[in-house]
């Protein structure tokens, strides 16, 4: 039996989907679904199982970021923490190791990119923004690969606002200006039928994206009022409605104080249709109504789903008189966002509304300094604790930062427990998301109905659903490291080439190489490990089979975006002092503490053998007799590998210790990357080479079978000079970012707290990975003001939770 070594490499897809999540290995394997296409009959119960199904097969990833402030100046360091969630359950997953974070413009161009390492379903990292970017009000977005498969709406966005303050600004708006202002018009379900009731939600803000006050009527055709109402919280409100007319026949006037009337078309009225109501009837039941024209006895199917969990209800409804009602006990609802559609019996959704139901109280987290007034430069001891409601002692992975509050930052952050109950499954930007989560009453339950009137969505594509189709899954969960992706075409005709064995090498002291076959479509995909910071990347096919090959690398980015980017930034006067005050504190930091953050430190590997494992012979060659020529090293003192020169040059023969034969198809690799030409490893300087590896036995390079491999390494890794093919891509590769450590200065002695150097650091602390069980200090900076403490948790269990608290240093005397 002759010996075999075998490299794990990305095929088949499905392999790599049975693992992910751990415990749902087994879901993910699950048959197609079988719940019934357009035009047959299917029931509430069958539907219900399709979504059952779906939801196991097709795990969903949530990830949120925890940024050191919501405000900042041009070539300041944002410093962020990663937790990444399983939807249903909002429990660390640790599926994905990799998250791509990017800072998007508002024409959604990529200011800055990086790819971070996930870590136990946590991940940090930092962006410097560069001293040359405009003022302006960005995105900071994340995902993972595997989020890339449902689009840019289950990314994390959350707003960054950078001020440039060694650039003119722009002019800030004076009070009295009028602002241009937009109201948007939302049927409840969908539609406005005529004939029927409804109510209608609304919002009204201005050109920044902010809520404003305003008040409006609704006219028909002839100009008749049919309708009057005004906003609630938030720019957002809802009137009730019923039009008689059908098509574009009504119009809204909307009114703000100030500005000029603003007149906006109602959605279409539709003839025939069908109203979907909900309703609080008292502090335990919910009415779901559904409505159709005249004495309609329609039979129609009703579904209620949150967060991939199982349906909590799956009915059949049978219209009377054009009407049925259903109640439900909301106690039973989880909570969150509810979703409640109805369909016909074939399975076509018709509406969909949405109702939320405040999360309790989950992860109690509290923070405390050891006083609440401090001098400059003074040390400040922070405590923190985690704990359930009940107040027994919590494990909780937790992130701090502490910074200055000023008018940039007064509104502070998003908050993890609000972003994954509520502004992860909604869309557009939430004003005060917490409050939903927190506040109580009557006009807090108002808010939120109007907040699922206005800015619900569906993340189904149900006709596939229960249809039975399959779903296009493209892009893979990056396991166990960073999928590099390329592209393999023909060089003359450009069309993709498929089954085409490519390699990738990234040449360093560690012997690396990966190998993929091109698909159908010509992609290739390589599942690299340890890839960090800018690598050298060598991307090649064997170009003796065929030398039209031609490759390039592809960014792993999403190109997919959110269809409105942030609005444009807008200075108003309000804000001068603290504008006047950060550009201080900036050049101050500038000017003393210099423009460069500390360098990336890359991880060391924890294993640095070759990826082949333990060579069968090593040869050090600086424990030989030097030669100047690669053939004498060869011949004189590599007997396992022997040397035979014919027409078109040398070759290399493995001998089989198994077999007693001589094989002739060995792997030659230099510092990883394979050599296809023996020619060029003869010609190569051998003073160069540290050591050569001799594997004797058979070995499995992903589908790829060689006959032994000979590997040499050399002093520097990164190929010493050595010339590549001609068809070889050799190209820079950011891999994933090092860890760069938050510094900020210590004033422990007397001396120390002398010192002339000034301190104007507005971000005095970040701790990305805190422990309730350790004492956390830090120093306070020159800089009077009131100090923001923000704390952000996540237990094992999936609880999540935040808490701010503040601070004052008081300016000496």
Same mark, same amino acid.
């Given at each position: 039996?002759?010996?075999?070594?075998?490299?794990?490499?990305?095929?088949?897809?499905?392999?790599?989907?049975?693992?992910?999540?751990?415990?749902?290995?087994?879901?993910?394997?699950?048959?197609?679904?079988?719940?019934?296409?357009?035009?047959?009959?299917?029931?509430?119960?069958?539907?219900?199982?399709?979504?059952?199904?779906?939801?196991?097969?097709?795990?969903?990833?949530?990830?949120?970021?925890?940024?050191?402030?919501?405000?900042?100046?041009?070539?300041?360091?944002?410093?962020?923490?990663?937790?990444?969630?399983?939807?249903?359950?909002?429990?660390?997953?640790?599926?994905?190791?990799?998250?791509?974070?990017?800072?998007?413009?508002?024409?959604?161009?990529?200011?800055?990119?990086?790819?971070?390492?996930?870590?136990?379903?946590?991940?940090?990292?930092?962006?410097?923004?560069?001293?040359?970017?405009?003022?302006?009000?960005?995105?900071?977005?994340?995902?993972?690969?595997?989020?890339?498969?449902?689009?840019?709406?289950?990314?994390?966005?959350?707003?960054?606002?950078?001020?440039?303050?060694?650039?003119?600004?722009?002019?800030?708006?004076?009070?009295?200006?009028?602002?241009?202002?937009?109201?948007?018009?939302?049927?409840?379900?969908?539609?406005?039928?005529?004939?029927?009731?409804?109510?209608?939600?609304?919002?009204?803000?201005?050109?920044?994206?902010?809520?404003?006050?305003?008040?409006? /009527?609704?006219?028909?055709?002839?100009?008749?009022?049919?309708?009057?109402?005004?906003?609630?919280?938030?720019?957002?409100?809802?009137?009730?409605?019923?039009?008689?007319?059908?098509?574009?026949?009504?119009?809204?006037?909307?009114?703000?104080?100030?500005?000029?009337?603003?007149?906006?078309?109602?959605?279409?009225?539709?003839?025939?249709?069908?109203?979907?109501?909900?309703?609080?009837?008292?502090?335990?039941?919910?009415?779901?109504?559904?409505?159709?024209?005249?004495?309609?006895?329609?039979?129609?199917?009703?579904?209620?789903?949150?967060?991939?969990?199982?349906?909590?209800?799956?009915?059949?409804?049978?219209?009377?008189?054009?009407?049925?009602?259903?109640? =439900?006990?909301?106690?039973?609802?989880?909570?969150? =966002?509810?979703?409640?559609?109805?369909?016909?019996?074939?399975?076509?959704?018709?509406?969909?509304?949405? $109702?939320?139901?405040?999360?309790?109280?989950?992860?109690?987290?509290?923070?405390?300094?050891?006083?609440?007034?401090?001098?400059?430069?003074?040390?400040?001891?922070?405590?923190?604790?985690?704990?359930?409601?009940?107040?027994?002692?919590?494990?909780?992975?937790?992130?701090?930062?502490?910074?200055?509050?000023?008018?940039?930052?007064?509104?502070?952050?998003?908050?993890?427990?609000? $972003?994954?109950?509520?502004?992860?499954?909604?869309?557009?930007?939430?004003?005060?998301?917490?409050?939903?989560?927190?506040?109580?009453?009557?006009?807090?339950?108002?808010?939120?109905?109007?907040?699922?009137?206005?800015?619900?969505?569906?993340?189904?594509?149900?006709?596939?659903?229960?249809?039975?189709?399959?779903?296009?899954?493209?892009?893979?969960?990056?396991?166990?490291?960073?999928?590099?992706?390329?592209?393999?075409?023909?060089?003359?005709?450009?069309?993709?080439?498929?089954?085409?064995?490519?390699?990738?090498?990234?040449?360093?002291?560690?012997?690396?190489?990966?190998?993929?076959?091109?698909?159908?479509?010509?992609?290739?995909?390589?599942?690299?490990?340890?890839?960090?910071?800018?690598?050298?990347?060598?991307?090649?096919?064997?170009?003796?089979?065929?030398?039209?090959?031609?490759?390039? &690398?592809?960014?792993?980015?999403?190109?997919?975006?959110?269809?409105?980017?942030?609005?444009?930034?807008?200075?108003?006067?309000?804000?001068?002092?603290?504008?006047?005050?950060?550009?201080?504190?900036?050049?101050?930091?500038?000017?003393?503490?210099?423009?460069?953050?500390?360098?990336?430190?890359?991880?060391?590997?924890?294993?640095?053998?070759?990826?082949?494992?333990?060579?069968?012979? /090593?040869?050090?060659?600086?424990?030989?007799?030097?030669?100047?020529?690669?053939?004498?090293?060869?011949?004189?003192?590599?007997?396992?590998?022997?040397?035979?020169?014919?027409?078109?040059?040398?070759?290399?023969?493995?001998?089989?210790?198994?077999?007693?034969?001589?094989?002739?198809?060995?792997?030659? &690799?230099?510092?990883?990357?394979?050599?296809?030409?023996?020619?060029?490893?003869?010609?190569?300087?051998?003073?160069?080479?540290?050591?050569?590896?001799?594997?004797?036995?058979?070995?499995?390079?992903?589908?790829?079978?060689?006959?032994?491999?000979?590997?040499?390494?050399?002093?520097?890794?990164?190929?010493?000079?050595?010339?590549?093919?001609?068809?070889?891509?050799?190209?820079?590769?950011?891999?994933?970012?090092?860890? /760069?450590?938050?510094?900020?200065?210590?004033?422990?002695?007397?001396?120390?707290?002398?010192?002339?150097?000034?301190?104007?650091?507005?971000?005095? $602390?970040?701790?990305?990975?805190?422990?309730?069980?350790?004492?956390?200090?830090?120093?306070?900076?020159?800089?009077?003001?009131?100090?923001?403490?923000?704390?952000?948790?996540?237990?094992?269990?999936?609880?999540?939770?935040?808490?701010?608290?503040?601070?004052?240093?008081?300016?000496?005397?």
């Amino acid at each position: 039996m002759k010996n075999v070594n075998f490299q794990r490499q990305l095929w088949p897809v499905s392999w790599q989907l049975v693992r992910m999540a751990g415990s749902l290995a087994s879901l993910l394997v699950a048959c197609l679904l079988t719940a019934a296409a357009w035009g047959q009959t299917t029931s509430a119960p069958a539907i219900a199982q399709a979504l059952a199904r779906h939801d196991q097969r097709v795990p969903t990833e949530k990830l949120f970021l925890h940024l050191d402030r919501p405000s900042y100046v041009s070539g300041e360091t944002l410093w962020l923490k990663i937790y990444a969630v399983e939807e249903a359950s909002h429990r660390p997953l640790a599926a994905s190791t990799v998250a791509y974070v990017e800072l998007l413009d508002t024409d959604n161009r990529p200011v800055q990119q990086v790819k971070i390492a996930l870590l136990q379903a946590r991940g940090k990292g930092s962006l410097v923004l560069p001293a040359s970017l405009p003022s302006g009000r960005y995105t900071l977005r994340a995902y993972t690969n595997w989020m890339k498969n449902f689009g840019p709406e289950t990314y994390f966005h959350a707003p960054v606002t950078v001020v440039n303050t060694r650039q003119p600004l722009p002019a800030p708006t004076a009070s009295g200006t009028a602002l241009a202002y937009d109201a948007q018009f939302f049927p409840e379900g969908g539609y406005l039928v005529r004939g029927l009731r409804s109510k209608v939600g609304f919002k009204i803000t201005d050109n920044q994206g902010r809520s404003v006050v305003a008040e409006g /009527r609704v006219l028909d055709a002839a100009g008749q009022v049919m309708a009057q109402f005004s906003t609630l919280r938030f720019g957002m409100g809802n009137f009730n409605f019923t039009p008689t007319q059908v098509g574009a026949a009504y119009t809204a006037v909307v009114q703000v104080r100030g500005q000029h009337p603003l007149t906006v078309r109602l959605p279409v009225v539709r003839e025939r249709g069908y109203v979907l109501s909900v309703e609080e009837m008292d502090a335990t039941q919910l009415r779901l109504t559904v409505q159709a024209p005249g004495e309609a006895a329609d039979k129609l199917l009703l579904l209620a789903h949150s967060r991939q969990r199982p349906a909590t209800l799956a009915a059949e409804l049978q219209l009377s008189s054009g009407s049925a009602v259903v109640t =439900i006990d909301r106690r039973k609802l989880p909570a969150g =966002i509810s979703h409640f559609t109805l369909f016909t019996p074939q399975g076509q959704p018709l509406c969909e509304r949405l $109702y939320f139901k405040p999360p309790p109280p989950e992860l109690v987290l509290t923070a405390k300094t050891d006083k609440r007034q401090y001098a400059p430069r003074d040390k400040v001891e922070l405590q923190l604790t985690a704990t359930n409601p009940a107040g027994q002692p919590l494990s909780a992975d937790m992130s701090v930062a502490v910074y200055q509050i000023d008018s940039l930052s007064a509104n502070g952050g998003a908050d993890i427990a609000s $972003y994954l109950w509520l502004s992860s499954e909604l869309k557009g930007t939430i004003e005060n998301p917490a409050s939903y989560c927190t506040t109580t009453g009557p006009d807090a339950a108002q808010a939120a109905d109007n907040l699922m009137l206005t800015q619900g969505w569906s993340r189904f594509r149900w006709r596939g659903l229960l249809a039975g189709q399959p779903d296009s899954l493209p892009h893979l969960p990056e396991l166990n490291g960073h999928l590099v992706r390329g592209q393999l075409t023909n060089r003359l005709t450009g069309a993709p080439q498929a089954g085409v064995p490519a390699f990738l090498t990234a040449p360093s002291r560690k012997v690396q190489l990966y190998v993929a076959v091109s698909q159908v479509d010509g992609s290739v995909q390589f599942e690299t490990a340890n890839l960090f910071g800018t690598r050298q990347l060598v991307l090649q096919t064997d170009y003796r089979r065929d030398s039209l090959h031609q490759l390039e &690398l592809l960014s792993p980015f999403s190109t997919q975006y959110l269809a409105k980017p942030p609005a444009a930034f807008d200075l108003s006067e309000r804000l001068a002092a603290s504008l006047r005050q950060r550009h201080l504190q900036a050049e101050v930091q500038r000017r003393y503490f210099g423009t460069m953050p500390p360098a990336y430190q890359l991880p060391r590997a924890a294993d640095s053998a070759a990826f082949y494992g333990r060579a069968d012979e /090593r040869y050090r060659l600086d424990d030989y007799t030097r030669f100047k020529v690669m053939e004498e090293v060869m011949r004189e003192y590599v007997h396992s590998v022997m040397v035979r020169a014919r027409k078109d040059g040398f070759h290399f023969l493995v001998p089989d210790q198994n077999a007693h034969t001589l094989s002739e198809n060995p792997l030659v &690799l230099l510092d990883g990357m394979p050599v296809f030409d023996i020619n060029k490893i003869m010609a190569f300087d051998p003073l160069k080479v540290r050591q050569l590896d001799v594997l004797t036995s058979r070995y499995f390079l992903g589908p790829l079978l060689y006959d032994g491999i000979v590997s040499y390494a050399t002093y520097t890794g990164d190929l010493a000079g050595f010339p590549l093919d001609a068809h070889a891509l050799l190209q820079e590769y950011e891999g994933l970012q090092g860890e /760069r450590e938050f510094y900020a200065p210590r004033y422990d002695t007397p001396a120390q707290k002398q010192s002339r150097l000034p301190d104007f650091r507005n971000l005095l $602390y970040w701790n990305p990975m805190a422990d309730a069980r350790a004492s956390l200090s830090f120093y306070t900076s020159d800089q009077a003001g009131t100090y923001r403490v923000v704390v952000q948790g996540l237990s094992e269990s999936g609880l999540s939770g935040s808490t701010s608290y503040t601070f004052t240093v008081n300016a000496l005397p």
